[in-house]
């Protein structure tokens, strides 16, 4: 890991120590050159840089040296060049066939050999690793997306420039708020993003949403999670008030900076409970309040057929997650995705390897993605993900409670009906419901509405307390089905999770104090 000071001062290292071959690890081309061209231009040695569109040039003055365009020609020119003079440095942008055994890398290596003997120093500014052999005669640097205070600081000099002309509302806790968010981005990307505001007149500081909007287009095709889309999303969850209190408690330490104080954004919570309570709800109003992008990631696909391949898409799902942040990523029924631990494997221990990369990434990653994972069957759950320091609270979501449910109610029929019913209804509504999980109250209000909507307009007419009572009547709840496992999984919450009601989580009909209370 190398950021652009790191960098610049190990380069300049290995530029004076003439390393025959330099390999800068980077998607930043320009930025990379741009390093190269102020090291070059400092130590006042002969640098040149090729590329396919300009052939061999001065890296400092741009002055056009060979116009071979081909890396075979380039490396020709170099050849030639380290032979008759001493300390020259040629930078390649554009090579190609260099991660194996191939012509172009044993041309590399003659050319390289040689550089060795005569004090020069070949560059390649690449994103894929180089053929080993070659490697082996130099050194490798890694040149990183720019951090949050250099994003900062490619944020400071776009606007200042403007300051006089346009409005700009920005002051320094906007700069950082705007850095934290563009982090993971590259530096031309963010110039574009911050140009765009700009092109408008005027710099606001409610332009934050804007931005991770902006982002948010960028990587709208990132591989390995699932893009949600959460337009026109109604963010009303009913009941749940612990839960919600702890979420209002968190916003705003997701895009704080944090690093003084020496600890690490908000990381999630794992929601586990009665099935049909409003989990996956949840990690959706999550994102819609939180005005952040939603990912899913479906552990459960990510196995495949061939050894590593399971672990190198994981990986590749939570890199991809870690550039786009700040974003809430979504992990549906989490158990399910890591079951092979918790019976006992047959799959070669790819369900262990697993489980170890998502836990090392959740304790040590520190990308500002917000996790929301949700279980249905906690017997399931291996234990190493329910220690402290993987999440950062673990909640249950039990069956509503009687004014949760008269909330839940509440919000169906004003959605569905567009109105509100007397309050005697709905006491009577709450008492016929008691057992109801949360979808089990959507689906009585949806069959009132679908009988509103077959009637017309004379379907308020025919929206009646007798209605209501047949559709509540004729459902019958998971906790009436088989209330054993209702009982099951209650007993697993009482000692292990936080209630997200905010209330003791029951037992036979009577509250039995929980873990811990959650402070409101």
Request: with cysteine; aromatic share 6%; glycine share 8%.
């Amino acid at each position: 890991m190398a950021d652009a000071n790191s960098c610049r001062q190990t380069l300049e290292r290995y530029l004076k120590a003439r390393i025959p071959i330099i390999s800068v690890r980077t998607t930043e081309r320009a930025r990379a050159l741009e390093l190269l061209r102020g090291i070059i231009s400092s130590l006042n040695i002969p640098g040149f840089v090729h590329t396919l569109s300009q052939g061999m040039r001065d890296l400092v003055t741009n002055r056009s040296i060979n116009e071979d365009r081909s890396v075979p020609g380039a490396l020709d020119f170099a050849s030639q060049q380290i032979s008759q003079r001493q300390n020259l440095t040629f930078v390649l942008t554009e090579v190609a066939d260099i991660e194996d055994d191939t012509p172009t890398a044993r041309q590399f290596q003659d050319v390289v050999m040689l550089a060795a003997e005569k004090g020069g120093c070949l560059v390649i500014i690449t994103s894929k690793p180089v053929w080993g052999q070659l490697q082996r005669l130099g050194m490798t640097i890694t040149l990183d997306l720019p951090s949050e205070d250099e994003m900062r600081a490619v944020i400071q000099e776009l606007i200042s420039s403007y300051k006089g002309q346009i409005t700009i509302e920005w002051a320094e806790k906007e700069e950082r708020e705007a850095a934290a968010i563009l982090a993971g981005v590259s530096k031309i990307e963010a110039e574009n993003v911050i140009a765009t505001l700009v092109a408008k007149g005027v710099i606001k500081n409610s332009d934050m949403s804007e931005l991770i909007h902006a982002k948010d287009r960028i990587f709208s095709d990132i591989s390995g999670v699932e893009r949600v889309k959460l337009d026109g999303f109604d963010v009303s969850v009913g009941g749940l008030a612990g839960l919600k209190a702890w979420l209002d408690r968190e916003r705003p330490l997701l895009t704080a900076d944090l690093r003084e104080r020496g600890i690490r954004p908000p990381r999630g919570c794992l929601l586990v409970g009665v099935p049909d309570c409003g989990k996956s709800l949840s990690a959706k109003a999550v994102a819609a309040t939180w005005n952040l992008p939603l990912y899913r990631l479906d552990l459960a696909n990510i196995y495949g057929q061939y050894v590593g391949q399971s672990e190198g898409r994981l990986k590749e799902a939570l890199e991809s997650a870690d550039h786009v942040a700040p974003c809430v990523l979504w992990i549906d029924e989490i158990e399910k995705g890591l079951a092979g631990v918790t019976q006992g494997g047959g799959d070669g221990g790819t369900s262990s390897r697993i489980v170890g990369h998502f836990l090392f990434w959740l304790q040590e990653s520190r990308a500002r993605v917000f996790v929301v994972a949700t279980a249905n069957d906690v017997s399931r759950l291996p234990p190493e993900l329910l220690r402290r320091g993987r999440f950062d609270e673990l909640f249950f979501v039990d069956l509503p409670t009687p004014e949760e449910r008269r909330e839940i109610i509440a919000i169906y029929i004003k959605s569905g009906l567009k109105r509100e019913f007397e309050p005697s209804l709905m006491d009577e509504l709450v008492q016929l419901s008691e057992g109801f999980a949360g979808a089990d109250l959507q689906s009585a209000v949806r069959e009132v509405v679908k009988e509103a909507f077959r009637k017309g307009e004379a379907g308020d007419a025919s929206v009646t307390p007798e209605l209501f009572r047949r559709s509540f009547q004729n459902i019958v709840p998971l906790s009436k089905t088989n209330p054993e496992k209702i009982e099951e999984i209650r007993a697993w919450g009482r000692d292990r999770a936080v209630s997200a009601s905010g209330q003791p989580i029951e037992h036979a009909g009577a509250p039995v104090k929980g873990r811990r209370a959650i402070l409101v």
